[in-house]
């Protein structure tokens, strides 16, 4: 079974290079894409993440950090309800919303999607339901509405990712944790080869096939095992934030 992967741009932004590969590159700032991934098969249509919801209170974090220097920007155009229009989606019609992890520009959309199956991590989800919970900030990072919506589910509306668990022909899931507790990624196979979506873990294909780790990790032991573990399982990887994603290796936007 081979899928079809659509590349969607979400918004954009820039962090420091330390950031991006680990106390590395400390004069240089990174732009950055955020994207949504659209999987379509025979009858099958899931989401990759369903991207940013109010970036106002994003910005105003980065604000506090960063004195203006850096911004989100999410155009209309490129925002969840302009993506689906583009693809042509009813979102009651998506079978399946994968939430690489909780982040607000990768899970802040999942309610729009009532008929779809929520495929997430089950160690990420364990550990954000613990009274203590260190790795999970109170804060716009982490938005509550998806944790409510999830919550809400009943039990055979979502699936909780093992290591190696298959979502369907030619498509299975692993926990790497790393940057947080909940991140996980999805091997797709396609006519190119496997394509492993590798949450944000990586927010580079540099990271990952030069072995190069993120700096925004809380883990830094996970974050090897996982590129070790992409690399075995993959042809080539999709990271959530890599503008050569779209600009120079799929420019066409789509993946068959």
């Given at each position: 079974?081979?899928?079809?992967?659509?590349?969607?741009?979400?918004?954009?932004?820039?962090?420091?290079?330390?950031?991006?590969?680990?106390?590395?590159?400390?004069?240089?700032?990174?732009?950055?894409?955020?994207?949504?991934?659209?999987?379509?098969?025979?009858?099958?249509?899931?989401?990759?993440?369903?991207?940013?919801?109010?970036?106002?209170?994003?910005?105003?974090?980065?604000?506090?950090?960063?004195?203006?220097?850096?911004?989100?920007?999410?155009?209309?155009?490129?925002?969840?309800?302009?993506?689906l229009n583009k693809a042509r989606?009813?979102?009651?019609?998506?079978?399946?919303?994968?939430?690489?992890?909780?982040?607000?520009?990768?899970?802040?959309?999942?309610?729009?999607?009532?008929?779809?199956?929520?495929?997430?991590?089950?160690?990420?989800?364990?550990?954000?339901?613990?009274?203590?919970?260190?790795?999970?900030?109170?804060?716009?990072?982490?938005?509550?509405?998806?944790?409510?919506?999830?919550?809400?589910?009943?039990?055979?509306?979502?699936?909780?990712?093992?290591?190696?668990?298959?979502?369907?022909?030619?498509?299975?899931?692993?926990?790497?944790?790393?940057?947080?507790?909940?991140?996980?990624?999805?091997?797709?196979?396609?006519?190119?080869?496997?394509?492993?979506?590798?949450?944000?873990?990586?927010?580079?294909?540099?990271?990952?096939?030069?072995?190069?780790?993120?700096?925004?990790?809380?883990?830094?032991?996970?974050?090897?095992?996982?590129?070790?573990?992409?690399?075995?399982?993959?042809?080539?990887?999709?990271?959530?934030?890599?503008?050569?994603?779209?600009?120079?290796?799929?420019?066409?936007?789509?993946?068959?």
């Amino acid at each position: 079974m081979n899928y079809e992967i659509e590349i969607y741009r979400n918004g954009f932004t820039k962090a420091p290079g330390p950031e991006i590969f680990y106390l590395n590159d400390w004069e240089k700032e990174y732009e950055l894409f955020t994207y949504v991934y659209v999987i379509r098969g025979e009858n099958l249509l899931m989401l990759y993440d369903t991207g940013c919801g109010d970036i106002d209170i994003i910005n105003e974090m980065l604000f506090k950090e960063f004195k203006g220097k850096i911004t989100f920007d999410l155009p209309k155009d490129e925002n969840i309800e302009a993506i689906l229009n583009k693809a042509r989606i009813d979102p009651l019609n998506v079978n399946y919303v994968f939430l690489s992890h909780l982040h607000h520009d990768h899970s802040s959309n999942v309610g729009l999607f009532k008929n779809a199956k929520v495929i997430l991590s089950r160690t990420g989800w364990i550990n954000y339901k613990l009274e203590n919970r260190p790795y999970y900030y109170d804060n716009p990072l982490f938005p509550k509405a998806p944790i409510k919506y999830i919550d809400s589910l009943p039990p055979e509306k979502t699936v909780f990712i093992d290591n190696g668990t298959e979502i369907a022909p030619g498509m299975y899931s692993f926990w790497v944790g790393g940057h947080t507790p909940c991140c996980a990624a999805l091997v797709v196979q396609t006519a190119q080869g496997r394509a492993a979506l590798t949450s944000d873990i990586a927010f580079m294909e540099k990271n990952i096939t030069e072995d190069k780790p993120i700096g925004f990790f809380y883990n830094l032991w996970e974050i090897y095992e996982g590129y070790k573990k992409i690399r075995q399982n993959s042809d080539f990887v999709l990271t959530s934030h890599d503008p050569d994603v779209l600009l120079k290796r799929f420019p066409s936007g789509i993946i068959k």
